[in-house]
């Protein structure tokens, strides 16, 4: 788990609001618009359908640790898209041997990582400062946490998991894409300029060229 020096590699820049033009064109088939309309209209989780309240608190706690979103209002609410999965029982389809269940795998590892934060420091994850919490979450990634829920989950691959999922529901958000000038959404004519150094007409140029045509 490292941290992004902004200021030594610093990342490319898109106009803000290029995925919200997008979606508002014909170049978005009705459905593909109607998924991503709903991710934006989306209001943060108030409660979880299946972890626990402390166990939401921590995953709140972790996401904003791992995926920070400071400059932003209406921050994508990763801890709540977790718990929406859990709910409707969606997966990927596999999952490793040593891993239980996805919603058992999350109420275990969650509740491993408040025990392996009072083990170190005396009290709950959510309770801690930012540099006790990545100390909490490094020993999670490297697999020698403390705590008697990693008996049943290996803490190493609760990480990789939860790290993949991050990533996946926070990038498949359309203020997500903004940031990175994601524009392959735009399905409903199929793509043409397709090579190296070669953009679509409607795709975003860095922050000095123009969005949209």
Sequence with gaps: MERFDKAADEPPSYPAGTARALLGSDLVTP?????????LDLAPKAAPQVLDEAAF???????????PQPGRE???????????????????????AAMPPDDEAYRLGLRGVDECARALFGAAFVALDAISQEAVLHAVQRGDAEGESWRRVPSSL???????ELVESYYSHPEAMDEIGYA???????WQDI???????????????????
């Design 31 to 39: 459905r593909t618009r109607a998924v991503l309309a709903a991710r």
């Design 74 to 96: 209406n921050p994508v609410d990763l801890a709540g898209a977790i718990d929406d999965r859990l709910a409707r029982g969606d997966g990927n389809g596999w999952r490793y």
């Design 158 to 164: 609760f990480f990789e998991e939860l790290m993949a």
């Design 184 to 190: 392959g959404f735009a399905d409903a004519h199929g």
């Design 57 to 67: 608190a921590t995953l709140r706690a972790m996401c904003g640790l791992l995926i």
């Design 195 to 213: 090579g190296l150094d070669r953009l679509a007409p409607h795709e975003p140029r860095e922050a000095d060229g123009t969005p949209l045509p």
